[in-house]
Each structure stands twice: as C-alpha cells, then as structure tokens.
C-alpha cells in the first residue's frame, strides 16, 4: 500500500493563506480530513475528477482542492484561514470500491500521517 505524506501545514495569522500537499501516486478518488483537539475527524474537501470536488460548507469558497498528475500531489489551497480551522489535516486515498467521491472518511484505506495547521493571531 502507498504511503501518503502530508506538508505544508504551519502557523499562521488569522485571514492568511496556507497550502497543503500530499504526495501520491493513487486515484482520482481522494480526500482531505481534518481533526481538531477534542473533536470528531471531519471532511474538508473531496477530489473527484469525474463526478466534480466537493467541499464542506465550513470551507467552501476559501478552500480549493487540486492534483499534479505529472507531480504526483494532491493540494489543498487554504486562504481567509480561520481559528476554527486549526486541527490537523489528513489526506486520504483509496476508497472501497464504489465510494470514490465519499464523504465518510473510514470507508478510506489509505492515510497519512496528518500535518499541524495553527490559525491564531
């Protein structure tokens, strides 16, 4: 099984900007999670290629999802970042099959080992 590898997570000032990547060979189907202290693993945003991203209303038009074919990395642009979205960011690969484009984060197989964003002033 592929190892995914988050970067780009940081500390950064409320209204900054922040862009996360994983690295990856696999599928159109991915994902980012996120989980803060105390608090369930949520979705954040959906890489679909075919059936279109998806992204949770809490980032929507702030968060944008995108994957370098040629590069291998998944991103995740993050701007007009907030103190709510501090949590750490998790991408994800591999659904079951039938489940590309899911929301639900157990039905990946494939996760990384997460990367620390801080949004405080």
């Known amino acids: 099984q592929e190892q995914l590898m988050e970067s780009g997570g940081g500390s950064v000032q409320p209204g900054g900007s922040l862009r996360l990547s994983c690295a990856t060979s696999s599928s159109r189907c991915m994902g980012w999670f996120r989980q803060a202290p105390g608090k369930e693993r949520e979705w954040v945003a959906i890489?679909?290629?075919?059936?279109?991203?998806r992204y949770a209303d809490s980032v929507k038009g702030r968060f944008t999802v995108s994957k370098d074919d040629a590069k291998g990395t998944l991103y995740l642009e993050m701007n007009q970042l907030k103190p709510e979205d501090t949590a750490m960011y998790y991408c994800?690969?591999?659904?079951?099959?039938?489940?590309?484009?899911?929301?639900?984060?157990?039905?990946?197989?494939?996760w990384g080992q997460g990367t620390q964003v801080t949004v405080s002033s």
């Open positions: 890489f679909d290629s075919a059936s279109g991203h």
């Open positions: 994800a690969a591999d659904p079951l099959r039938g489940y590309c484009g899911t929301i639900t984060g157990a039905l990946y197989n494939n």
